[in-house]
């Protein structure tokens, strides 16, 4: 079975610039998360969907970042425009139906670096 | 303030050593799990317990939560090479998994 897929695995940005990440869950997997993993720190969740709703976004940075995840699989987070703490890894996780938060699965994450 | 905090954040063992590290709070939490986290990977989900108390083995690991479900702990026995990773542990609160800063473990040979 095909893991979370996530791309770009590497992105270096100025700050001010865009930049945006794709995620590809497992599939059957209604449930899918964004975390920003800071250097030194855990992961700290972005949004959660289930399907194509947002279930939680409290702790997105509304005035620059967005995620979508339109058809209900793949999902696409962005942020506009960058600061240098943004500077971190991005990643995505999916749950299978039934067992969200008991089991997420992890991509490779995406490792953005802000200049 | 981290809501779960690792300790140590640091250690590095010999192969063969035993170790533990502990992850402290003053919430309670449904559910507590473990992950461990390789550099330029994402963490893998190693085990998740759930009721206070419990104990889970997993070969040279074991995993315990506290009776009061506040606090968890990870022991390693006979560490190996292959052990060496970032320990992570993720309560779930409020519907959210909160994550603890993970403790860096190296297992030298």
């Known amino acids: 079975e095909a893991g979370v897929a996530q791309s770009p695995r590497y992105k270096i940005i100025e700050k001010r610039q865009s930049v945006a990440f794709w995620c590809n869950p497992i599939?059957?997997?209604?449930?899918l998360y964004w975390y920003q993993q800071i250097l030194g720190q855990g992961p700290k969740l972005l949004i959660q969907f289930q399907n194509n709703g947002v279930v939680d976004d409290s702790q997105l940075p509304k005035d620059r970042f967005s995620a979508e995840r339109l058809k209900g699989v793949d999902s696409t987070l962005k942020i506009q425009p960058a600061k240098l703490e943004d500077s971190a890894v991005y990643l995505c996780a999916s749950s299978p139906p039934g067992r969200e938060h008991y089991e997420q699965y992890f991509g490779p994450g995406t490792r953005l670096t802000v200049t | 303030t981290q809501l779960l905090e690792q300790s140590p954040q640091f250690l590095s063992i010999q192969e063969g050593e035993n170790l533990t590290v502990y992850c402290n709070s003053s919430s309670v939490f449904s559910s507590l799990q473990w992950y461990r986290q390789e550099p330029g990977e994402g963490p893998v989900l190693l085990v998740t317990?759930?009721?206070?108390?419990e104990v889970k083995k997993l070969k040279r690991l074991t995993f315990q939560f506290g009776d009061a479900r506040k606090d968890s702990s990870l022991h390693i026995t006979a560490a190996q090479t292959g052990d060496t990773g970032l320990y992570l542990c993720?309560?779930?609160?409020?519907?959210?998994?909160?994550f603890g800063q993970g403790t860096e473990l190296s297992v030298k040979p």
């Open positions: 993720a309560g779930l609160q409020g519907g959210k998994l909160i």
């Open positions: 599939s059957g997997h209604a449930t």
């Open positions: 317990v759930v009721t206070g108390g």
